[in-house]
């Protein structure tokens, strides 16, 4: 039997529809065998196709138009990824495509928030959308609370949903102007072409619309939610919030569900002070965070890059894949009694390394220590010696190293216990190298 081949079309060819195209031709192979299918890229769509194709070594066989409309007569395509960006445009090619029976994977929040009642009309005939990369890039919210939650009743969510203004704030903790912030978050291309949309809220409030929508299935308009950005917040606010208040500010799109009737729901952009201690306040920079309280689940957080090329192809690339496997049905996808995964030799295993060590505490101790160590190749990161007080016969010492394969570290470890002044109790921890 001819294998099933799933036809894929991207329009729009900027950073993300790039990075789309990239991943889905470089992961094809591995994507084709789970699916028991051929993934294939069949057209692309975008003002000046001809350069971008060439940019990206297109074959041939790759149908190019300048025309997001061509697309929809375009025979045999089952998935149309809608990248443009922008509201009308990018409009009509996701109702014409879903009115007319293809499936589409999208990335545009401000389509998703503005034009939610046409979209779900136009999938009328049973068309699917799905849409993980609108809200928070990377992280799996959206399939989350549309589908793995479904069971719970979800009570509230409160996400840091936009990049930007989490970058600015988090950068004025380290002593930057806002300004200076703002600048930095656009040199690094996730702030929108105009910031106020950033600043004001309103980029969380489209992203805090979509997630009601899958929520509750209703629409709520972005421009109904009450919504305040961080424009009138200083330097001093941040730091007064954090010195006198153990506080941090953070720019909250909150969403709180009743569920004791038809679902009610409560929603707003704010900025929310945070104490330093809850997990909100770790996140900085750009990185996105979730937390869902849903019943009978419990708090539940999501956190990671929020915005940028390679996290919003591969939360576009996951649902291609999502939907092909939909498509696919029944088709029997590459065998579950795959053969063991091959284990890398533990000794490769490669680790900054934490050793804690009873010393005598005379001289040369430490140096005999430091050769082992560099008789492997191990290279010291740090030497701690806390002082016991008085004129203690053995000493601790911490060392940490940079990293080194777990083989050779054993190894002078092991020449390190031979040391006659090194007392056989000792602790060893690998340490979190990112
Ligand atoms: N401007 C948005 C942000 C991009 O800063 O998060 C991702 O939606």
New binding site residues.
């Given amino acids: 039997m001819p294998q099933r081949n799933i036809r894929v079309a991207v329009a729009g060819l900027g950073v993300v529809g790039r990075e789309t195209v990239r991943l889905l031709q470089e992961r094809a192979p591995r994507l084709s065998r789970r699916l028991g299918a051929e993934l294939t890229l069949d057209a692309v769509c975008d003002r000046q196709v001809a350069r971008e194709a060439r940019a990206l070594k297109l074959p041939g066989c790759v149908f190019k138009t300048r025309d997001p409309q061509a697309l929809l007569s375009r025979p045999g395509l089952d998935v149309i990824v809608e990248v443009l960006g922008g509201l009308e445009d990018a409009r009509r090619l996701v109702v014409g495509a879903l009115a007319g029976g293809r499936h589409v994977v999208t990335a545009n929040?401000l389509l998703l928030s503005r034009r939610w009642p046409a979209l779900q009309a136009a999938r009328r005939h049973g068309a699917r959308l799905r849409f993980e990369a609108a809200v928070g890039?990377a992280i799996p919210i959206v399939q989350s609370l549309g589908e793995s939650l479904c069971a719970d009743r979800v009570e509230a969510v409160y996400g840091i949903l936009?990049?930007?203004t989490n970058y600015i704030l988090t950068r004025v903790e380290e002593g930057l102007t806002p300004e200076a912030a703002l600048s930095e978050a656009q040199a690094l291309g996730?702030?929108?072409k105009d910031p106020r949309l950033?600043l004001s809220g309103q980029?969380t409030a489209q992203k805090v619309s979509v997630l009601a929508a899958v929520l509750t299935g209703a629409w709520l308009d972005p421009r109904r939610i009450p919504c305040r950005g961080i424009e009138g917040l200083g330097a001093e606010d941040v730091a007064f919030a954090r010195e006198e208040l153990g506080r941090a500010p953070r720019l909250l799109g909150a969403l709180r569900l009743d569920w004791s009737g038809d679902p009610r729901v409560e929603a707003h952009v704010f900025p929310t002070l945070v104490p330093l201690s809850h997990p909100l306040a770790a996140v900085r920079r750009?990185r996105n965070a979730v937390l869902v309280r849903a019943d009978p689940a419990g708090d539940l957080l999501f956190e990671g890059p929020?915005?940028g090329a390679g996290p919003t192809a591969s939360a576009v690339v996951g649902d291609v894949f999502l939907l092909a496997r939909e498509l696919l049905g029944a088709a029997s996808p590459e065998s579950p009694a795959a053969a063991p995964a091959e284990l890398a030799p533990a000794e490769d295993s490669v680790s900054p390394f934490y050793l804690r060590l009873r010393a005598m505490d005379r001289p040369g101790v430490l140096a005999r220590v430091a050769q082992a160590l560099g008789r492997r190749g191990i290279s010291i990161a740090s030497i701690h010696q806390p002082q016991s007080g008085g004129r203690a016969l053995w000493a601790q010492v911490v060392l940490t190293t940079h990293p080194a394969a777990q083989g050779r570290f054993d190894d002078a470890l092991a020449d390190i216990l031979r040391i006659p002044s090194i007392s056989p109790r000792h602790a060893v921890l690998r340490m979190l190298d990112a």
């Fill in positions: 929040k890039g936009n990049g930007t996730f702030a929108e950033d980029d750009q929020g915005a």
